[in-house]
Structures are given as structure tokens and as C-alpha cells.
């Protein structure tokens, strides 16, 4: 069951950052907590940042205006893609440790290189199927719209929806799976009970069944002018929806 928490006032606090790059004024008064704000100066690149990420060695990474950027605790270090476009969405994968970036006419992995051990960005935009991304996959949905995607991992592989089709990424091929139904614009994708789910505007919600989505209802729903902006499933089997209107749990 959903309960609906009102949220007059959420701190984040980036816990997984490491300490050091905190560490400093040590002459706070009690029980104010430090804080340090990076901006271009610092970084040397773009100020917009729009998602984050971390890998399992506790780098992080932001999803910037003109490309990646990734912090170890102590150095920054940029990353560029095609038409240093920007990168919208970022997530690290828990398989091959990688960090997936997604944004604008873009959609590639970062990884670290083999020879040099320096991390290099790798772009999937030739691969469909392992094959090059050809005309008829390109005006199938537009491009923009394809790599400006929601995000969620399914059956130990990442899957991405568009506004209009089902994605998966497959051993560096990008495998096209269904056509999302024809209803309103997608809000969010989540994996409930090992079932993948997409909730639509209008509070319509759909489950991925092999080869194709299905209208279905579940046990809980939300106000009609409810938006969800993203949702977050727990170890522990709790699923969160972050909306315009506050927390829901």
C-alpha cells in the first residue's frame, strides 16, 4: 500500500561522496553541517548538471552540459562526447561495472582502456543489433528522443524505453523488444516482482509480458494530476515514487 508523504523540505545528502573532498572548515559552529559548492571554476567545464552516478570504487560521475564529468575524492576529470553534446542520463551497471551515459544524439559507455588504464568514453551509436544504425532504425523514432530516455535494469540486462519503443542493451548491441503502446508520453519504467512496468500519464500502467506490454492494474494508484519523475526500488522490496506532489512509498 502507498502512503503519501508530504514532503515540505527534503535534504539530500551525498553520502557516498568521499569525506576528504568535504574535509576543510573545521570551525563550523556545532551541529551545522559544512558545505562546498563546485562550480566551473573548479571543474573546468559546464555549470548544468543533471544526473550522477557511481561506480563501485566510489567514483562519481555527472551527467553535464558538455559531456561527463568524474570525481574521485581529490581530481576531476572530463569526459567528451560526439558534437561535445550534452549527456542527460547516467547509470552504473552492477554487471560489467560500467557507467552507462545517455544524452543528446548520444548513447555510450564509459570504461576504462585497456592500454592506457585511463577512462575513455565508447559510443553505441553504430550498433543496433550488431549491426551499424542504419536509415530505417533512424526514422523509426527520432534519435533525440531515443537518447533522452528513463531508465531501469531488468533480467540482469539495462533496459531503456523512448516515447515510443523498448530497448535493451545486449553484450554492446542495442536490441529493439517491443513497441510501447500507443497512449500519452511514458513517465517512468520499474521492476516490481521480477515484472517490468511502465506508468503513463493519466495513471495508466503497463507490464512487460515476453514480447509486448498489457494494460493492467495494480494495487495501489495515483491522483490523476500526479507526475512521476522517478522511481527507486530497495533491496528490501520497497519501491519509491519521487512526483511533482512529493514522496510516495
Not at 527534503?10 to 569525506?19: N, Q
Not at 529493439?176 to 500519452?184: A, D, G, Q, R, W
Amino acid at each position: 500500500m502507498i502512503m503519501r508523504k508530504r514532503v515540505f523540505l527534503l535534504i539530500v545528502f551525498l553520502s557516498f561522496i568521499k569525506v576528504s573532498a568535504f574535509s576543510g572548515n573545521t570551525s563550523m559552529p556545532m551541529g551545522v553541517s559544512p558545505m562546498r559548492t563546485y562550480s566551473s571554476r573548479d571543474f573546468k567545464f559546464g555549470n548544468g548538471n543533471y544526473d550522477m552516478s557511481r561506480d563501485y570504487d566510489g567514483n562519481v560521475y555527472f551527467a553535464n552540459i558538455n559531456g561527463i564529468l568524474v570525481y574521485n575524492g581529490i581530481e576531476w576529470t572530463k569526459l567528451y562526447t560526439p558534437n561535445f553534446a550534452k549527456v542527460s542520463h547516467l547509470y552504473a551497471t552492477k554487471e560489467r561495472n560500467a557507467v552507462i551515459a545517455v544524452g543528446y544524439d548520444n548513447f555510450g559507455k564509459i570504461e576504462v582502456d585497456a592500454t592506457s588504464g585511463e577512462l575513455k568514453y565508447k559510443s553505441f551509436l553504430p550498433l543496433r543489433g550488431g549491426k551499424v544504425l542504419d536509415s530505417t532504425f533512424e526514422n523509426t523514432i527520432s534519435i533525440n528522443w531515443f537518447f533522452d530516455t528513463l531508465w531501469n535494469s531488468y533480467s540482469n540486462k539495462l533496459a531503456f524505453i523512448s516515447n515510443e519503443e523498448y530497448f535493451v542493451l545486449q553484450e554492446d548491441s542495442i536490441v529493439h523488444i517491443s513497441k510501447l503502446p500507443e497512449e500519452f508520453y511514458p513517465h517512468s519504467m520499474f521492476s516490481l516482482n521480477s515484472n517490468l512496468y511502465i506508468y503513463y500519464t493519466g495513471g495508466s500502467f503497463y507490464k512487460f509480458d515476453k514480447e509486448s506490454f498489457s494494460p493492467v492494474k495494480l494495487p495501489f494508484s495515483f491522483p490523476e494530476d500526479v507526475s512521476i519523475n522517478f522511481s527507486f526500488n530497495s533491496d528490501n522490496g520497497c519501491l519509491l515514487f519521487g512526483t511533482d506532489k512529493g514522496l510516495y512509498i
